[in-house]
């Protein structure tokens, strides 16, 4: 179902902008399932954790309320994140 709604490579990879989000608005990927030039290990874990925070920056913006996802609306996403991350 995924595969049929997100934009991929002639290779099959996922192809993301700038801040790793899929043509699926909210939808983040990494490592080697992302279209890269680059595979390896450390790519992938730097990869998780650029998702990670940009997923964060995103669920913040301006048409999704972070209290919609966290039943504590003073908890800040981008703490829990790297907190994820760590």
């Known amino acids: 179902m995924i595969k049929s709604s997100v934009e991929t490579s002639d290779g099959g990879y996922l192809k993301t902008d700038k801040k790793l989000m899929t043509s699926i608005p909210g939808m983040f990927a990494a490592g080697d399932v992302r279209d890269t030039d680059l595979y390896q290990v450390l790519t992938g874990c730097a ?16 048409t999704v309320r972070a209290d919609f996802f966290w039943s504590d609306p003073n908890i800040d996403i981008a703490d829990y994140a790297r907190w994820c991350v760590d």
């Open 47 to 62: 990869d998780g954790a650029r998702c990670v925070l940009n997923a964060a920056e995103f669920i913040k913006g301006p």
